[in-house]
């Protein structure tokens, strides 16, 4: 074979390669029990603002999405040992968190808030916090501000594998209130009859130092291919109305933020 048949070989084979690797299906993690964002369908499937996003972005790179469920603590060491390429499941973009992942820029951004029973009070110190049960997911932004500051306070920051477990304890009185983002609890909880007789308690809980930049799509160390493309499709949705579109079938008010 001559040099130059050998060369084109190299880079047929080359493309070929290439071609193949965009073929390949996007493993995307996400926790389907996250209401709005990600929840199961009467059928089994799964649904929310996270899914749509998570497709929509697949179309607009013209990928085929395979969606990985799985608990929320357990999605990043899935994207360590490669067992998924992307993690999509309302994960706030952090400090902490950029040691070992890389992320896109947010998608959205919810501040957190404090549900308790409807009357209950809070002042600047968290005082009235001291003994009582409060409920986080585990590993969560959420679980980190109850623990270092609610925790600091004289709560007693309880952990759970996600949030459907804590509202559970919560109406059987086993808790007394709970920290997450705002969206879920107003939504998932505070909007439907089982949040009948609790409320947000206290304000808004913004802190980039908790809080981050935002929700972020959370890939692999070094893969910065992979979230220059996620970047590139999630700024065409914000520009082409698929956001927005998505966006309305969840939510009353914009999400994205400043």
Request: charge should be neutral.
């Amino acid at each position: 074979m001559n040099r130059k048949a050998l060369l084109g070989g190299l880079m047929l084979a080359a493309f070929a390669t290439f071609s193949h690797a965009d073929d390949k299906p996007l493993r995307i993690g996400i926790e389907a029990a996250y209401p709005p964002f990600a929840y199961k369908t009467p059928e089994g499937g799964i649904a929310g603002f996270d899914y749509d996003i998570g497709n929509a972005l697949c179309e607009e790179m013209k990928r085929k999405c395979q969606w990985v469920e799985q608990e929320y603590d357990g999605l990043i060491p899935s994207l360590k040992v490669r067992k998924i390429d992307a993690a999509l499941s309302s994960i706030t973009i952090t400090e902490e968190r950029k040691h070992s992942v890389d992320f896109t820029h947010k998608y959205y951004f919810t501040p957190g808030r404090l549900v308790m029973k409807e009357g209950s009070q809070l002042d600047e110190q968290f005082s009235q916090l001291k003994g009582k049960n409060i409920g986080v997911q585990r590993g969560s932004t959420a679980d980190r501000f109850a623990t270092e500051v609610l925790g600091k306070a004289g709560a007693n920051v309880v952990r759970y594998t996600s949030q459907d477990e804590i509202y559970l304890d919560l109406l059987a009185g086993r808790l007394d209130g709970t920290f997450a983002d705002s969206i879920p609890l107003e939504i998932g909880f505070l909007e439907t009859p089982r949040g009948k007789g609790f409320a947000f308690i206290g304000p808004e809980f913004k802190d980039p130092k908790y809080f981050g930049e935002g929700a972020g799509i959370a890939v692999r160390k070094g893969n910065t291919e992979l979230v220059g493309q996620l970047n590139a499709a999630i700024d065409a949705l914000r520009a082409n109305g698929k956001y927005k579109a998505i966006e309305g079938k969840y939510f009353k008010s914009d999400i994205y933020g400043d």
